[in-house]
């Protein structure tokens, strides 16, 4: 009997905290004020000191916290931001929208995010922005990235889409760079029902510029001062749904690491490379992605088990042919192989001990099996690593 194991499962999570949910959106309802009202407020506030800055914008999704980031620190036609290619193509696609060019660099091979060398290296006279990626929960570089950026005087935009909760030494998530974006897609750590995002800040100018730009760049109704405005704003159902999933979220994280660190001792000798947490800081395990050069084998064999997986991401933001024109001569490397070996598991906070269990025995009789088939020309190399 094959086991019924899914990548993901929402339901489990709402029906959990389905009293809270209702009394919540019941409030939103009777109150008849739906739009940039109390509840976003008092989410804006509760956010910010969650990731321990002065301000927090609710606006739409993570793709326009990014792009509105980038509008409000001034960046145009012209300009450069470096950013990764492996976190898919939400910060290309935000680059290109505010008319600026993405130049990718290549990422740590340990880490899956921004390596600070090649940062370093890609830096001209151009550069106005640089965008790292906290990729799968766990924090970019922080200190050597920031060193950089400082010692340039360019702004940081933290992507925090996939890490509400890490830090890096002790310091959140979105609480680093100049600008932290976050996503509050309904799979992320805080995830609305429905589409949501917000931006960090300790800046109060470019917060006040951000609350004018996710409302039509509006100084006031109908008087607009900034150009490059959209209509991106955090409605009041969803902020009143996030202000209850928050008081859940460090216990979620909790449970995410516990989770993590079961795969970790059950999959270990396994043949796999398994996600490694920095010792500078506490990753929230969005997801727990595992490499092995036979990775489409492991996929399909999983899915014939009952095993759901994913891959985070198939194909480089360069490699896609709308951002061909920006890809770096000679590509990136170790971004490319990581995209053919990595291996999302399931992972979510109301997975079973159970479920994780059989998960991690499943992955290690895949491989075992796997690995006494003969070799062919592309399985060799990490599957004896
Ligand atoms: C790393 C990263 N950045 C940005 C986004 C964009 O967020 P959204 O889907 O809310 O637009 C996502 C998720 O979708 C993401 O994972």
């Known amino acids: 009997m094959p086991l ?27 109150s008849g004020w739906y739009i940039l009202g109390p509840s976003v407020s008092a989410f804006e506030e509760e956010f910010a000191a969650f990731c321990n800055t002065r301000f927090c914008v609710g606006v739409a ?11 409000a620190l001034g960046v145009g036609p012209g300009d450069e931001v470096i950013t990764v290619a492996n976190a898919s193509v939400y910060q290309a696609i935000t680059i290109v929208a505010v008319g600026a060019r993405p130049v990718f660099v290549d990422v740590d091979e340990r880490s899956h995010t921004m390596d600070p060398a090649a940062l370093e290296a890609a830096i001209t006279r151009r ?21 950089i950026a400082d010692r340039h005087g360019i702004p940081v935009i933290e992507d925090c889409a996939q890490a509400h909760g890490a830090t890096w030494r002790g310091r959140p998530a979105g609480s ?38 996710r409302q039509y760049g509006w100084e ?24 209850v999933k928050l008081r859940h979220l460090p216990a979620w994280n909790e449970r995410r690491r516990a989770i993590a660190a079961m795969y970790h001792t059950l999959l270990a000798g396994a043949g796999l490379v398994l996600p490694e947490a920095p010792s500078e800081g506490e990753p929230v395990f969005h ?70 269990r059989a998960v991690a025995m499943a992955v290690r009789e895949v491989v075992r099996t ?3 088939e003969p070799r062919t020309d592309t399985n060799i190399r990490s599957f004896v690593e």
């Open 4 to 30: 019924n194991i899914p990548f993901g499962d929402l339901k489990r999570q709402h029906d959990a905290i389905r009293a809270e949910l209702d009394l919540a959106i019941a409030r939103v309802l009777d």
């Open 61 to 71: 999704n993570g793709t326009e916290a990014l792009q509105l980031a980038l509008t």
């Open 127 to 147: 550069t106005r922005a640089i965008m790292p990626v906290h990729l799968y929960g766990r924090m970019a570089s922080m200190d050597a990235i920031m060193a």
């Open 176 to 213: 680093i760079g100049t600008l932290g974006c976050f996503s509050f897609y309904p799979t992320k750590n805080l995830g609305a029902i429905g589409d949501g995002g917000a931006v960090t800040t300790n800046d109060a100018a470019l917060a006040e510029k951000l609350r004018r730009l």
């Open 220 to 243: 006031r109704k109908y008087y607009t001062r900034d150009a490059g405005g959209l209509n991106s704003r955090l409605d009041e159902l969803q902020a009143a749904i996030l202000s």
């Open 287 to 356: 997801l727990y992605v595992i490499r092995t050069a036979e990775r489409d084998a492991v996929q399909a064999r999983l899915r014939e088990e009952g095993i759901g997986t994913d891959i985070h991401y198939p194909l480089p933001t360069h490699l896609q042919p709308v951002y061909a024109p920006f890809a770096p001569p000679g590509g990136l490397p170790t971004t490319e192989r990581l995209a053919r070996e990595i291996l999302s598991l399931p992972m979510f906070p109301e997975l079973t001990d159970d479920e994780v």
């Open 370 to 372: 796997k690995n006494q």
